[in-house]
């Protein structure tokens, strides 16, 4: 696969400061340019000012300029502008209109998080120790941005945009509701779903394991309840464990660890699932707010331009 990740996402929001700290809290460090930034991929999450939240921008890496002319010449045969630069090119997706950009970079090499001792019934790995989950200390910092979930009214012409017009690859589906899809060895980097209104539903966080998961959720909720979601528990599509919190903007962050990697797209079988059966493999089930956020009622009517 040429392109090999999703580099960052560009968000609006009504109010960018109130945001901003909000993903401090969360685990992202300041960075030039007004940018947030993961331990790994760097300057991943911008803010900008907006009336009501929406996904702006989201940028794609590629290896080399061979991969930017390929990547216009497939938006172009969909009947799409294309804007050229000399490490990139870029066009307006047709149906939410955020611009996507696909941008030559250096491949992300992760520093390998330290294996984690488990014990087990007649398996002993961690012996007269406590379990370094629980003598951690600090705050979580998220090791890279992972990917995207995108409401769109039409998601058969935003999954064409992603697919035939990127390149990304389907991972997974369900079934009339919308796809998985993937720029890199990661189980997903976009998941497209059907929706009333153009939205941007959450952005995903990759932290080492299950702890920092536990660990970043229960600090940011101990003097803001308010903000969870759904978690903790495991995915079914993607297999990666989650728990989601909103951000003041009413976006959903998710922080995840052990996401499945298709490393061979021989030996991956994409699996077309109904229903909720893709969702959760166990956990607490999803409430009604996470399937249909709280203000799409709003997003639909421009009621949030009154506001």
């Given amino acids: 696969m040429t392109l090999h990740g999703l580099s960052s996402v560009t968000i609006g929001v009504p109010d960018p400061i109130a945001a901003r700290d909000y993903y401090t809290e969360f685990g992202l460090a300041p960075a ?3 940018w947030l930034a993961t331990r790994d991929g760097g300057a991943q999450l911008r803010l900008v000012a907006a009336p009501a939240r929406r996904l702006a921008e989201l940028t794609v890496a590629a ?3 061979d991969d930017l002319d390929s ?5 172009r045969a969909l009947g799409l502008p294309v804007t050229p630069t000399a490490d990139s090119v870029s066009a307006v997706e ?3 209109g955020f ?3 696909v941008r030559i970079a250096t491949r992300l090499a992760q520093p390998q998080a330290p294996a984690i001792p488990y014990n087990g019934p007649g398996r002993i790995e961690r012996r007269d120790a406590r379990a370094p989950g629980v003598t951690r ?3 979580v910092r998220p090791r890279k941005l992972g990917h995207a979930v995108l409401g769109s009214t039409d998601p058969e012409a935003t999954r064409r945009f992603f697919v035939e017009g990127l390149g990304f690859k389907v991972s997974d589906e369900i079934k009339g509701q919308g796809a998985f899809l993937r720029c890199s060895t990661d189980h997903h980097n976009v998941l497209v779903v059907r929706a009333p209104v153009n939205f941007l539903h959450h952005t995903s966080w990759q932290v080492d394991d299950v702890d920092e998961i536990g660990r970043g959720a229960t600090a940011m909720l101990t003097d803001h309840p308010e903000r969870h979601v759904w978690g903790l528990g495991r995915h079914h599509a993607g297999s990666n464990f989650f728990w989601y919190l909103k951000d003041p903007a009413g976006t959903f962050s998710e922080y995840y ?5 298709i490393v061979d797209d021989q030996l991956w079988k994409p699996d077309v699932f109904d229903g909720a059966r893709g969702l959760l493999n166990w956990g607490p089930p999803p409430p009604p707010s996470f399937l249909r956020p709280d203000d799409l009622a709003a ?3 421009g009621a949030h331009k009154a506001s």
Avoid at 71 to 75: C, E, G, Y
């Fill in 32 to 34: 030039a340019g007004g």
């Fill in 63 to 65: 290896d080399d300029p």
């Fill in 71 to 75: 990547v216009a010449a497939r938006l």
């Fill in 94 to 96: 047709p149906v939410a």
């Fill in 99 to 101: 611009r996507a950009v």
């Fill in 137 to 139: 200390e600090g705050p």
């Fill in 257 to 261: 660890s052990d996401m499945d990697c």
């Fill in 299 to 301: 997003l639909m009517t």
